[in-house]
């Protein structure tokens, strides 16, 4: 029973365009949301969160998005950069204190 | 500050035997945390620990131990190791609990033959 899906694989996009990656959940108890950056041979690291009383946050060129109705999470990267491709989770967590996370979305910027 | 660290980076284990996997943090963080990584699974927590001395089971904690002794280790044992164990490990922390930024180490790729 996935709680928690990124379908798309993989994505490739140009340098300059945008990135959108995006999860689905389906645990409505889930109140904080969270995305990491992972490259090759390191561990993940935190890029961007966002708790269920929002429904935007932004970083610099990072901003997620998050449609509580639609159970819906996204991640848009504006402008991406090559130094921006990596394989993105999402993370979702709720009363339990766990996080659960997507099974990951390999972003290739190409130059 | 070294942050995380895991020790070994890679491990070959046979069926049956048993190791360690070593984690340190000199954050001085309460929460620690195992993952492992499996192609198309995503991260899945295994076991975790609030501080020193407390610790409770993930979402797959089955044939693995842990113990928090110190704030800084957080060491994870591999009783009997099993094929289906093999997988990339990662140790993570994070000052006041699971919901906040987890910082983690790079990881230590185990297989088991």
């Known amino acids: 029973d996935q709680q928690v899906k990124q379908n798309s694989p993989s994505l490739s996009v140009q340098e300059g365009r945008i990135s959108i990656l995006n999860c689905d959940y389906t645990n409505s108890m889930f109140d904080y949301f969270l995305w990491y950056k992972k490259y090759p041979a390191e561990g993940p690291t935190f890029l961007i969160s966002i708790s269920s009383i929002k429904d935007k946050n932004e970083d610099g060129r990072f901003t997620v998005f998050l449609n509580k109705s639609a159970k819906h999470l996204s991640l848009h990267i504006v402008p991406s950069q090559p130094g921006d491709s990596a394989v993105y989770f999402c993370?979702?967590?709720?009363?339990?204190?766990?996080?659960?996370f997507g099974q990951g979305t390999t972003l290739q910027v190409k130059p | 500050n070294a942050g995380v660290t895991q020790t070994p980076k890679f491990q070959v284990l046979k069926t049956g035997q048993s190791m360690t996997l070593q984690c340190a943090q000199d954050?001085?963080?309460?929460?620690m945390s195992w993952y492992r990584q499996d192609p198309g699974m995503g991260l899945r927590l295994i076991h975790y620990s609030v501080g020193a001395g407390i610790t409770d089971q993930g979402e797959v904690p089955n044939g693995y131990n842990v113990s928090r002794s110190t704030t800084e280790d957080f060491p994870l044992r591999l009783l009997s190791a099993a094929p289906s164990q093999t997988s990339v490990y990662f140790c993570?922390?994070?000052?006041?609990?699971?919901?906040?930024?987890?910082?983690f180490g790079p990881g230590t790729r185990l297989t088991v033959l």
């Open positions: 954050m001085n963080h309460e929460y």
């Open positions: 993370a979702f967590s709720g009363n339990t204190g766990k996080l659960i």
């Open positions: 993570a922390s994070s000052t006041s609990g699971l919901l906040n930024e987890q910082f």
